[in-house]
């Protein structure tokens, strides 16, 4: 039996715990670290297949740990927690699961760094967009060369279920770092593993137009006398939206309308690769439904392919030839397109010994180190340069 710990037993863990009694019954999770309750982890884990006999239940991450016995730890915690524990788990040398962003601040970016990257083959971190199928797909026409090396790159994320970055708890900021780091993480690390070329510079932008406004700080949702006035409103949501599956009529949210929502609504940035190249990316969180879109556009001289998560489609457009092909996937089976599925056996293969991580520390470390670049670039105006070897040798 494989052994796994979690620290943090959030929504995140659980939706990938439920993945590996797909491929590897034997895999079991012996303990949580969490603050619920021994009675509320215990109705959690009630029944599921992944949990094992002896599930054990800790309130303090380093009891845990002390107690051994386990062959693998992931980690979910709130984002500002993620690089805290996962120089614990680096100590006692276990792979590790770690949920993005790996970290939310410079500091910690170092730390994490001077810490894990002798552990980078046995970290497997959450970025599953880069091992969807899609992507795979798109990677492979790249590298076939029929469209000749790209030279332009266009990338966007518009994300309909965006409210949650302003109604709950994913408005604090000191917890996020911001939604660079919160989204544009997933994308920046799918972009560079296409195109295999290292950023050098950056800049970016960013805008809080929609989800700002003078309703008192801690004002909630119950109770707000604007209810009926609202398009936001858990009550028009659900008889209006039609959102019937995931919101009741009453639901308390925190008003994304006060004086303390935090996080930017829109973001946009220009990344120059080495060669010259350059990417224009944007990301927008207050499209609703069929606005939503995720996906990229990569052009060479001799063609350009273009793909969308929210499609399932791959096309791929010759500019010299009368040809167009698309090329449509089956819905997934697992989360993120996929690529929790590839994620989590991949991380088992870890553990095994058998292959490395194909999601290693360092994609984790080059993401944030970029997001943390662009977010000072948006708040200075000013073009940012990135020297990401120079920071992996422990400079700056």
Known sequence: MIRLGVIGFGTRIQGLLEIFPLFAPEVKLAAITDLKSPAELAALTAGKAYAAEDLRYFSDADAMLDAGQLDGILIGTRCSLHTQFALKVYQLGLPLFLEKPVATDLADLRRLRDAGMKHRDRTVVSFPLRLTNLCQETKAIIDSGILGPIEHAQAWNNVPYGRVYFFEWYRDEQETGGLFLQKATHDFDYLNFLLDREPVWIAAMKSKQIYRGDHPAGRRCDGCPETGACPESPRNLYTLGGEWERLPAETPYQCGFATDTGNEDSGSALVEYEGGMHLAY????????????RGARLMGHRGTVEFD???????????????????????????????????????IDVIRGVAPSLAPLDAGLRSVYMCLAAKASAENHTFRPLDFGTFLAGGE
């Open 282 to 293: 944007s990301q927008n969180f207050f499209v609703r439904k069929t606005a939503g879109r």
């Open 309 to 347: 998560w929210y499609t399932n489609e791959v096309k791929v457009m010759m500019h010299f030839q009368a040809k167009t092909e698309v090329r449509t996937f089956a819905p997934a089976k697992a989360g993120h397109g996929g690529g929790d599925l590839a994620l989590a056996m991949n991380f």
